[in-house]
Nanobody
């Protein structure tokens, strides 16, 4: 499975961005999808995850209520809508896919990774 992330950019605090991640080379609906981020000098952390059908989602506490993960299996794409952005959201964002069932929050549980897209939030 190949993953291509896009949609990053630079915004001011309080702004919004929508990240997209398009998958190819596999049956997209068979994969649990996740968004991770890594800021300079910090470890990669889960931002959100979504199950095969999109019924179940997970968010890290720091983005709960501000970010929304969704997927369109017909378009082989997972999205991350980010609202009310804060400077501490600045990071490289990665999409990832796993064939393991259920919500997965650990990076080692994901088998496939996109190339990352930079999000910069200025105060």
């Amino acid at each position: 499975v190949q993953l291509q992330a896009s949609g990053g950019g630079s915004v001011q605090a309080g702004g919004s961005l929508r990240l997209s991640c398009r998958a190819s080379g596999g049956i997209f609906s068979n994969y649990v999808m996740g968004w991770f981020r890594q800021a300079p000098g910090k470890e990669r952390e889960i931002v959100g995850a979504i199950t095969w059908t999109g019924v179940n989602t997970y968010y890290v506490d720091s983005v709960e209520g501000r970010f929304t993960i969704s997927r369109d299996n017909a378009k082989n794409t997972v999205y991350l809508q980010m609202n009310s952005l804060k400077p501490e959201d600045t990071a490289v964002y990665y999409c990832a896919a796993t064939s393991r069932a259920g919500i997965r929050t650990m990076s080692r549980e994901y088998e496939y990774w996109g190339q990352g897209t930079q999000v910069t939030v200025s105060s």
